[in-house]
């Protein structure tokens, strides 16, 4: 099969892998993005969440001959620097215990957020269900999720202000 090349993170990337491999160990094992887990291998925890044109995708089960032309953003690519909302809020209050599933809950967050901006507990927990936390740190993903919101509304607030101020 010829090589394949999509958008990730912004950038376009070419690969030439099987066909057949999973977009989970292209990341990993040949573009060395470690940021994405490996959780079960079965599209069941969400540890290996990425978006793939703008839709929460398994990466364990996607097979990097369908991504030819697609847009992928992993959790490396949420934000260069960490400053995302939800990177921001989940270190604020200390959200991850293990850490090993919150690259996957931090994109099923970030892809409700796109959908719903003003998200109510039933619409975070509808949205983060299928993300599996081991540790058990449900009720800080959705405190994470709430923050993040507040931030962004205090940030669009202070822009409001400033426009206003000129």
Known sequence: MPPVTFTL??????????????LLWVLRDMLGLKGTKFGCGISQCGACTVHVNGRTTRS??????????DDVVSIEGLSPDGTHPLQQA??????????????????AAAALLERTPSPTDEDIDRAMERNLCRC?????????????????ADDADQADHAGEES
């Open 90 to 107: 989940w270190k604020e209050l200390d959200v991850p215990q293990c850490g090993y599933c919150q690259a996957g809950q931090l994109m």
């Open 60 to 69: 364990c089960q996607v097979r990097v001959e369908t991504l030819q032309g």
């Open 136 to 152: 058990g740190t449900y009720l800080r993903i959705r405190e994470g999720i709430h923050r993040a919101v507040a931030s962004i």
């Open 9 to 22: 993170n912004g950038a376009p990337v070419t690969v030439d892998a099987p066909p057949e491999m999973p």
